[in-house]
């Protein structure tokens, strides 16, 4: 299967190329030197490098899309002009691959594109799946359902969609948990604000999985939350990260502390997102890692702070 692939040398990206050694990857990068060396002593096959979507003209010889291109949204305040940027990275890119499907005579069989789980805001304790329909004006739900509005275009008899609502990513080489050791390495660990919010995680090997399943899945279509069977409340997946690496779980951090520091992008700290994944696992898709202290286990055994 040819495979165009956006976002590649990204977290989940990198950790996707390692499932794709079959697959013949065209990978969409800026910089297509730079995203060799960094990909140079991964397992990750034989790449083809494409620097613009610019320079062509339809996708007639390509099989599938992936689409998981982004600035990360939670690397910085979100100011006026990095909303434009966190916007622009995900929509652009995403509006030029549609463009080329409908230019295709042959079009790829199934584009599969991102999302978050940030398009549901906050759902307090309520547990819910992929069918709730929401109507917000906070910054994240717009993100998301714009790009995906702009994703569900290539839709057609020829052209499956699958959209990413994706959680909260747990893996060694990046993304949140990395971000989360430091604190509880100095002891300053614990849950924030009062704990309750829920927290849709999954683990990197059943996202990359899942992506992988839905590409091979004929008839997987539509929205898809990537989250584990069991979502957890800040305060549980502070305990049990506090557990696992033998560290205090004693203090917490008031959210008006977070607020001040993050401004309006604290939000992804304290909407209480209880997802679940039902289309995923009544596609017969089985998790690796379905609760959460397995999952920490697994991602820092013999390490503790």
């Not at 929509?91 to 940030?118: M, N, Q, Y």
């Not at 205090?248 to 679940?276: Q, Y």
């Amino acid at each position: 299967m040819k495979i165009l692939l956006t976002g590649g040398t990204g977290f989940i990206g990198s950790e996707l190329l390692k499932l794709l050694t079959t697959h013949q990857v065209i990978l969409l990068t800026r910089n297509p030197a730079q995203a060799k060396q960094r990909l140079q002593h991964a397992d990750v096959g034989n790449i083809q490098y494409l620097d613009s979507l610019d320079s062509i003209e339809d996708l007639n010889d390509v099989d599938a899309v992936i689409n998981l291109a982004g600035e990360p949204i939670a690397d910085k305040r979100w100011s006026k002009e990095q909303k434009e940027v966190i916007c622009n990275s995900r929509w652009k890119v995403t509006e030029r691959i549609v463009e080329l499907i409908h230019a295709s005579t042959e079009p790829p069989a199934v584009f599969i594109s991102g999302s978050a789980v940030g398009y549901y805001g906050d759902q307090q304790d309520h547990p819910f799946d992929e069918c709730l329909h929401v109507n917000s004006e906070a910054f994240a739900h717009y993100v998301c359902a714009r790009w995906e509005q702009i994703a569900k275009r290539a839709e057609s008899e020829q052209t499956r969609v699958c959209i990413l609502r994706t959680g909260l990513v747990l893996g060694q080489n990046g993304g949140a948990l990395a971000k989360m050791l430091l604190p509880y390495k100095l002891g300053l660990g614990g849950p924030l604000g009062s704990g309750k919010q829920y927290m849709p995680w999954i683990h990197i090997l059943d996202m990359v999985r899942a992506i992988k399943y839905l590409l091979e899945t004929p008839h997987a279509h539509g929205e898809f939350n990537l989250c584990a069977p069991h979502p957890v409340s800040n305060r549980i997946f502070s305990g049990t990260l506090a557990k696992t690496l033998k560290r205090p779980h004693i203090l917490f951090t008031p959210k008006w502390v977070m607020n001040m520091a993050m401004g309006e992008s604290s939000c992804l700290l304290f909407d209480s997102v209880r997802a679940k994944p039902k289309k995923l696992t009544e596609l017969g898709f089985k998790f690796s890692y379905s609760r959460v202290e397995p999952a920490l286990k697994n991602l820092l055994q013999d390490r503790s702070c």
